[in-house]
């Protein structure tokens, strides 16, 4: 694993010298030193041209929470760096930062037994260093979360859970799971993808309060007020591996009785790469035109 980090950073710099050659955009990866995760976490940001080129301008942020398994350079090391850049040559986006930190199997919240309160790093310790570093746009206006697969369930959870802070959230295959957390003690949880990992961050048995507490479920059903302000978008494979098409149903059809505006598909396709790859377009698509709409 750690060669396989070392061959990507060295690849990234190759990149990054070949865009600013081009005069496209370029990619800082680095860490930061996290007090309260006590560790150091590696995250990557895609810069658009147009950021070295006015210097006195800001721009909108989008953070990109990667799956499972999956680190920050996910989305830039399979091609999607340049594939941004393409869209904005094609001028269907217009400029913003992607920023994508380390998740690790976090699932983009503080753990049940508290060792690894990865929320409150990331919006207590990670947003406000990327946004002292970067010249970002102030509120909520110049600032949304997307995600794939357990980073989809990352960015809902930390949207529907502070709608104040983004204007827009996206998810592709959100790791949205429909069995109740009584359920999956009762069963077991007998798939070996909910067995260690879930049982790490959720509890072992589960932690009922705190699973339900990081329901982006519940969550949407709690902060009524707050979310409809958002700008929603998601997605999922009709023949998605782990059964998420189920959960993102469930929460169509629960933003649907709310009466809560949202964008929502099922699209051929499995929980595999090539479908995240064939959809990313029409995710950054979306958060342009709310990035767009915010500025006038």
């Not at 827009?168 to 009762?186: G, R, Y």
């Not at 049982?199 to 707050?226: C, D, E, M, T, Y």
């Amino acid at each position: 694993m750690s060669g396989m980090r070392r061959w990507s950073q060295i690849t990234f710099l190759v990149l990054s010298a070949s865009c600013a050659a081009s005069g496209q955009g370029r990619i800082d990866c680095t860490v930061l030193q996290s007090k309260i995760l006590k560790e150091a976490v590696h995250y990557c940001v895609q810069v658009p041209a147009a950021y070295d080129a006015s210097p006195a301008k800001r721009f909108p942020v989008l953070y990109f929470l990667h799956g499972l398994g999956d680190n920050e350079q996910t989305l830039f090391r399979s091609g999607g760096w340049a594939f941004i850049d393409d869209l904005r040559d094609q001028h269907k986006i217009g400029d913003f930062l992607t920023v994508a930190p380390e998740g690790k199997a976090s699932f983009y919240v503080n753990s049940a037994d508290g060792r690894v309160r990865y929320s409150d790093f990331f919006l207590q310790e990670f947003m406000p260093y990327i946004e002292r570093t970067y010249r970002i746009l102030p509120g909520r206006e110049g600032r949304a979360v997307s995600g794939i697969s357990m980073g989809g369930y990352g960015a809902l959870r930390l949207a529907f859970a502070r709608p104040g802070l983004f204007s827009s959230v996206s998810a592709q295959s959100p790791a949205l799971i429909t069995s109740s957390p009584e359920e999956l003690n009762a069963a077991g949880r007998p798939r070996s993808y909910l067995s260690g990992v879930v049982g790490a961050v959720f509890g072992n048995p589960i932690n009922v309060a705190h699973w339900k507490a990081n329901s982006p479920f519940v969550l949407a059903r709690q902060n009524a007020a707050g979310v409809p302000r958002l700008a929603i978008y998601f997605n999922c494979g009709k023949e998605d591996n782990y059964g998420f098409d189920k959960g993102a149903e469930a929460l169509h059809r629960q933003l649907q009785e709310e009466g809560i505006k949202h964008e929502y598909h099922l699209y051929p396709g499995d929980h595999s790469v090539s479908y995240f790859a064939s959809h990313i377009a029409e995710t950054m698509e979306f958060h342009w035109r709310v990035f767009a709409a915010g500025k006038r």
